[in-house]
Nanobody, 126 residues
Framework: QVQLVESGGGLVQAGGSLRLSCAAS????????MGWFRQAPGKEREFVAA???????????DSVKGRFTASRDNAKNTLNTLYLQMNSLNPEDTAVYYC????????????????WGQGTQVTVSS
């Protein structure tokens, strides 16, 4: 089993920045792709960003390109961390942000991720 725990959410003013972290434990996720999704009230959960297993490739939703940066730290065998640096935040970024891990499939497809964290709330005020 893989456990994912997100942190770093909070309240920020428009134009501000936040850095989310996702700590993975349990089975090593070194070979897993890891991604970020978000869900705003009344909306479906959507893809935000992802890293391949080594962190050498990243993928982004069009809505966050140029503002968000995903990265990961695989330095430890059984504890890996995924990050999401979010800059130039706007109220449309308000959502619960979820970390996820997947062994295969598409980086962009929610159902291809088998492990999920509980989420962290990000609120951007105007």
């Amino acid at each position: 089993q893989v456990q994912l725990v997100e942190s770093g959410g909070g309240l920020v003013q428009a134009g501000g920045s936040l850095r989310l972290s996702c700590a993975a434990s349990g089975r090593t996720v070194t070979n897993y792709a890891m991604g970020w999704f978000r869900q705003a009230p009344g909306k479906e959960r959507e893809f935000v960003a992802a890293c391949n297993w080594s962190g050498t490739r990243t993928y982004y939703a069009d809505s966050v390109k140029g503002r968000f940066t995903a990265s990961r730290d695989n330095a430890k065998n059984t504890l890996n961390t995924l990050y999401l640096q979010m800059n130039s935040l706007n109220p449309e970024d308000t959502a619960v942000y979820y970390c996820a891990a997947a062994l295969g499939g598409s980086y962009y497809v929610l159902t291809d991720y088998g492990y999920w964290g509980q989420g962290t709330q990000v609120t951007v005020s105007s």
